[in-house]
């Protein structure tokens, strides 16, 4: 679905105990990316968000279109590299609208806030995130022993 022009696409934090907090629970319920559904709503009910850890999402109209997390820790065994820009997710209707650069661009910026000077991005796909400023770093290996593409990006 292309977005009218007079539909603005905001992006914020989600903080713990909120309205916003419960609309993104609500939405992780109902969203497609089932490799990942149960996880992030047991992150999400629990919020199992520590320090600097937190999602963000977009809305159109009051109503979330996308979600992203930054995290410490993700799907991988590398404690030694994070913050993680992770759980990107946009609905199926509102794709082609550049709302995931949005989504990672709102996530860096907080992480730059916070200290950080870059953030990493782990993914299976070639020449998604190289738009978004992002450059390989390496193969890693996940728990579930699968191999993705590690991307970094220096925050300025």
């Known amino acids: 679905m292309a ?3 007079n539909e603005l696409v905001k992006v914020q934090k989600v903080d713990k105990d909120t309205e916003m907090a419960e609309k993104l629970l609500n939405f992780v319920e109902h969203f497609s990316w ?16 520590e320090k600097w850890e937190t999602p963000f999402v977009a809305t159109v109209s009051g109503h979330i279109v996308g979600m992203v997390t930054i995290m410490k820790s993700d799907y991988y065994p590398l404690p030694e590299i994070y913050p993680w820009i992770s759980t990107l997710f946009v609905t199926e209707e509102y794709r082609g609208n550049r709302i995931s650069g949005k989504l990672i661009d709102f ?45 970094a990006k220096e925050l300025k």
């Open 34 to 49: 089932e490799e990942v559904k149960e996880h992030t709503l047991h992150i999400i009910k629990n919020w199992e968000f």
């Open 107 to 151: 996530a860096n910026e907080y992480a730059k806030e916070i200290g950080f000077d870059r953030t990493y991005i782990p993914t299976e796909f070639v020449g998604l995130y190289e738009k978004y400023g992002y450059c390989y770093v390496k193969n890693i290996v996940n728990y579930g022993g699968d191999t993705d593409r590690l991307y």
């Open 3 to 5: 977005i009218e022009t």
